[in-house]
């Protein structure tokens, strides 16, 4: 009896002993949701588990994609979330989560984008002030030599006479430069106001002077690089595209991706003549197909947004910043890296996309395991690697609309398809076609349009 109640307590002890371990581990875990809960909060506190997030992030060497899978992954495997409610209630809930941080993101940088367009505005004001003043403020303290002041007096006298000065006059002006008595007095300006007040026009002659020599082609194609910051700023300047007068103006100086594929494959034996003509004087201003096409992007595109759940950003008119004579217009942006581009075709308004395609009646892509593929070969793709190339994003969601249905396809950023086909042919064409027109124009002097093409 004795030995019977040892072996009772010494099994006691041994379930004390594993509930004491089984309560240190509960307690341990109690503080440590207790502690993520104060951390949490109302989200005010969201920065304490950016370390945390941070170390997992480093376990996903493919990026966001990858971690979000993991993270979806947890959620399927440890949870009721996509089982525990409602069917599709996940899907609310996981898409007003992201709209509301994708907003507070884009609030985010449109704001960080302002301030820094308005410091550099700024900035530009404060060297364009110092620049006036700097060119004013010599002319206020140096005096003319009797050469200088005897050609802007001459100058000054031109003015006024609205013609070219005799040879006579200037040797009369001369004399009243250098100190003729009989001088009214009431005429005479002195040297130094008379240099101030004509600095802008010393500004003029010292742009002329920097600009010798340069040709009428030189002149116009250094008036076209812009800056990041500029090319930025026009881009935004006209996000309304065909209904802004500013993207009619700037697209009419460059060569835009819309005609990549027409010109890459014009043949040098063929005279550019007709596609400058086209380029800068055709009156097209649209058709019933072309009407149709913009009258349901907007609607192509909401479909779109409503398949994927990705958001389509308006966008203007893009400048190529090595190459500031190409430029181009996609349709939207999406993130950081992709553009849209959207056709409507209105011959196969009555079938699906798909149907178009089998049928023959949409050409410009075929059909590859049930899916929709552009052809390679067509003037679209050509438009699409140069809308990448001109506004630097890496990929394209190429976008087939009917009211029957939309299809589309990922189209990647191909560098060596745009050095190999359109790169030079693109540069040949502008430089030797479009840009002497366009710097001296012929055509509507009733002159043939020229062609300086080699080869």
């Not at 900035?123 to 700097?134: F, L, N, T, Y």
Request: net charge neutral.
């Amino acid at each position: 009896m004795k030995k019977e109640r040892t072996i009772n307590r010494a099994n006691c002890g041994v379930r004390f002993e594993n509930f004491e371990n089984w309560f240190a581990r509960l307690k341990k875990k109690l503080l440590s949701l207790l502690q993520l809960r104060k951390m949490s909060g109302d989200g005010d506190q969201q920065e304490h588990f950016d370390g945390l997030f941070l170390s997992i992030a480093q376990h996903h060497p493919k990026g966001a994609a990858q971690l979000l899978d993991t993270f979806v992954s947890f959620l399927s495997r440890k949870t009721d979330f996509f089982t525990g409610a409602e069917e599709g209630q996940w899907e609310k809930l996981v898409m007003s989560t992201f709209r509301k941080y994708e907003k507070i993101s884009r609030e985010t940088h449109e704001a960080e984008q302002r301030e820094k367009r308005e410091k550099e505005a700024a900035r530009k004001a404060a060297k364009a002030k110092k620049e006036v003043e700097s060119t004013i403020k010599p002319a206020e303290i140096t005096e003319l030599t009797d050469a200088e002041a005897e050609k802007l007096q001459m100058e000054i006298d031109a003015e006024k006479e609205g013609s070219q000065t005799s040879s006579d006059n200037k040797n009369a002006v001369k004399s009243k430069v250098i100190g003729d008595e009989e001088e009214d007095a009431s005429e005479r300006v002195p040297l130094k106001l008379r240099n101030s007040n004509h600095a802008k026009n010393k500004v003029k002659y010292s742009t002329k002077k920097e600009n010798k020599g340069c040709s009428k082609k030189e002149l116009f194609l250094k008036a076209l690089y812009l800056s990041e910051e500029e090319i930025e700023d026009l881009q935004n300047n006209t996000i309304g595209q065909a209904d802004s007068p500013l993207w009619k103006e700037e697209r009419r100086k460059r060569l835009t991706a819309s005609n990549f594929g027409k010109i890459c494959k014009m043949r040098t034996s063929t005279h550019c003549k007709n596609a400058v003509r086209a380029l800068l004087y055709d009156t097209f201003t649209g058709n019933q197909y072309t009407k149709w096409g913009k009258d349901h992007e907007d609607t192509a595109i909401e479909q779109f947004e409503e398949l994927t759940s990705y958001h389509v950003e308006k966008c203007g008119f893009y400048v190529d910043f090595e190459k500031p004579y190409l430029g181009a217009s996609p349709d939207g942006l999406i993130g950081n890296d992709a553009i849209v581009e959207v056709k409507c075709p209105k011959t196969c308004s009555e079938m699906t996309p798909l149907q178009g395609i089998s049928c023959g009646i949409i050409k410009f892509a075929n059909l590859d395991k049930g899916h929709m593929k552009l052809m390679r070969k067509h003037h679209y793709y050509y438009q699409i690697q140069g809308q990448l190339h001109v506004a630097q994003r890496k990929k394209c969601y190429f976008i087939v609309w009917t009211p029957k249905g939309l299809e589309y396809e990922l189209i990647e950023r191909d560098d060596d398809f745009w050095v190999k086909n359109c790169e030079k042919q693109l540069e040949i064409f502008y430089m030797n076609c479009l840009l002497p027109e366009l710097a001296d124009p012929q055509y509507p002097q009733g002159k043939e349009i020229r062609d300086l093409r080699s080869g």
